[in-house]
């Protein structure tokens, strides 16, 4: 049974930063989607952040919502077990719950979609304020 953890949230000011981490266990496929996704209130979940890791060849590959590019980073560590958010530059409408997601490769993957998405972690909240 997949399991995923998120760490990290809290309240900053508007240009500050923080890192989100999620902690997961039972990854045993040889490829794994996981992704980063955000719900503010009355609003629809959606994908900030995607990351492709195959494990036999190391390969990862990242892709990012356009509101997001150029401040936010996802990346991970394979010995920890972790995918982390690096979100620099905060502004007061990144403010949602953070979720961090994972699925096994499959062809045809939308990789910002959270329908596409097998396992959720509970959230963190992210407070920006003005």
């Known amino acids: 049974q997949v399991q995923l953890e998120e760490s990290g949230g809290g309240s900053v000011q508007a240009g500050g930063s923080l890192r989100l981490s999620c902690a997961a266990s039972a990854l045993t496929e040889s490829g794994y989607y996981m992704g980063w996704f955000r719900q503010a209130p009355g609003k629809e979940r959606e994908g900030v952040a995607s990351?492709?890791?195959?494990?036999?060849?190391?390969?990862?590959?990242?892709t990012y919502a356009d509101s997001v590019k150029g401040r936010f980073t996802i990346s991970q560590d394979n010995a920890k077990n972790t995918l982390y958010l690096q979100m620099n530059s905060l502004k007061p409408e990144d403010t949602a719950m953070y979720y961090c997601?994972?699925?096994?490769?499959?062809?045809?993957?939308?990789?910002?979609?959270?329908?596409?998405?097998?396992?959720w972690g509970q959230g963190t909240q992210v407070t920006v304020s003005s």
């Open positions: 990351i492709y890791i195959r494990y036999i060849r190391t390969t990862v590959t990242t």
């Open positions: 997601a994972a699925s096994p490769y499959r062809t045809g993957f939308r990789w910002l979609v959270a329908s596409s998405y097998n396992y």
